[in-house]
């Protein structure tokens, strides 16, 4: 079961996020988006991993880390039963893509396309 602190977190980085003040960014790592705040910073990302009958699972992890660069908790989607089952998992798969998008500059990259190919007629 989620932390009520953890899920509080969750929901206020959808919030934010969803209304354009919270900036995400790359990391070293492929698939892994940061934001950053003076005394912390919080990565998520999407997992998968092997599960024994040969298939996959995918689920997106959330991890906090405080200003010396260390773990100090996370979260899975499995974990957020308490936001209210699957609606936990769709709120961390719905952060996770819009961070994904901020990060990559999805919007940016989409309008000069789509400039481009106006202009083009």
């Known amino acids: 079961m989620a ?8 929901k206020l980085l959808a919030d934010r996020t969803n209304q354009g003040s919270l900036q ?3 990391t070293e790592e ?3 988006f940061q934001t950053s705040f003076p005394n912390s910073s919080v990565r998520i990302e999407s997992i998968t991993d092997k599960i024994p ?4 699972v995918t689920y997106i992890g959330l991890s906090v880390y405080n200003s010396e660069g260390d773990l100090v908790e996370s979260i899975n989607s499995f974990d957020t039963s308490n ?19 901020k990060a ?4 940016k990259v989409l309008d000069q396309t789509i400039s481009y190919l106006e202009k083009k007629n």
């Open 104 to 107: 990559m500059g999805v919007d």
């Open 3 to 10: 932390d009520v602190k953890l899920v509080k977190l969750i």
């Open 24 to 26: 995400w960014g790359q």
């Open 53 to 56: 009958d040969g298939g996959d």
């Open 83 to 101: 936001l209210g089952g699957r609606t936990g998992m769709d709120l961390m798969d719905k952060l996770y893509e819009a961070a994904r998008r």
């Open 30 to 32: 492929k698939g892994v």
